[in-house]
T-cell receptor
Framework: GENVEQHPSTLSVQEGDSAVIKCTYS??????FPWYKQELGKGPQLIID?????GEKKDQRIAVTLNKTAKHFSLHITETQPEDSAVYFC????????????FGKGTKLSVKP | EAQVTQNPRYLITVTGKKLTVTCSQN?????MSWYRQDPGLGLRQIYY???????DKGDVPEGYKVSRKEKRNFPLILESPSPNQTSLYFC??????????????FGEGSRLTVL
């Protein structure tokens, strides 16, 4: 089955700097790669996703890149702000009848003012 | 307001005392799922349901049961809780299938402690 590795487990940056979180996956059939943000005391929320037919997607300060050949994808946050501090999870899925997401172990991002 | 509601949010119980964590969604979603979140292990799927009366095991189903008698509800049952089930539990739903459709909507979480 699918296995998703996520690095780093913790990341600390200064406000205004960029942050990058990387994930690798094992199942070459996976075709959907979302990123979830979990704020303290809350459930995860989808912030951006990408499908295998594109290599990059941007939404304001957030971007995701996908390299299907290398089986890795990354989350890029530019001009970080204190409210970006949270735990971020990557996930992968091959769709199909089950369509279940396999999550990475999470990255705790701290943005220092 | 579209939401996934879990109850209770916090619970301390003792080994062997059966408990149920309820989950309800008001978005008419077909797919529902339970996850547990443990430090250093991320989100692991316990059970999921593609539709009413259809449930299946996730990655860590041992010690848990679920049922899906109605579309909106997906309770998680711990028949005989043990301390290794101490965890933060999340219920989630999506339109049809957590992977293929896109967004999973999560509840606020239920923190369970088993003594």
């Amino acid at each position: 089955g699918e296995n998703v590795e996520q690095h780093p487990s913790t990341l600390s940056v200064q406000e205004g700097d960029s942050a990058v979180i990387k994930c690798t996956y094992s199942d070459s059939a996976s075709n959907y790669f979302p990123w979830y943000k979990q704020e303290l005391g809350k459930g995860p929320q989808l912030i951006i996703d990408i499908r295998s037919n594109v290599g990059e997607k941007k939404d304001q300060r957030i971007a995701v890149t996908l390299n299907k050949t290398a089986k890795h994808f990354s989350l890029h946050i530019t001009e970080t702000q204190p409210e970006d501090s949270a735990v971020y999870f990557c996930a992968a899925s091959n769709g199909g009848s089950q369509g279940n997401l396999i999550f990475g172990k999470g990255t705790k991002l701290s943005v220092k003012p | 307001e579209a939401q996934v509601t879990q109850n209770p949010r916090y619970l301390i119980t003792v080994t062997g005392k059966k408990l149920t964590v309820t989950c309800s969604q008001n978005m008419n979603h077909e797919y529902m799922s339970w996850y547990r979140q443990d430090p250093g292990l991320g989100l692991r799927q316990i059970y999921y349901s593609m539709n009413v009366e259809v449930t299946d095991k996730g990655d860590v189903p041992e010690g848990y049961k679920v049922s899906r008698k109605e579309k909106r509800n997906f309770p998680l049952i711990l028949e005989s809780p043990s301390p290794n089930q101490t965890s933060l539990y999340f219920c989630a739903s999506s339109r049809n299938g957590g992977g293929d459709t896109g967004e999973l909507f999560f509840g606020e979480g239920s923190r369970l402690t088993v003594l």
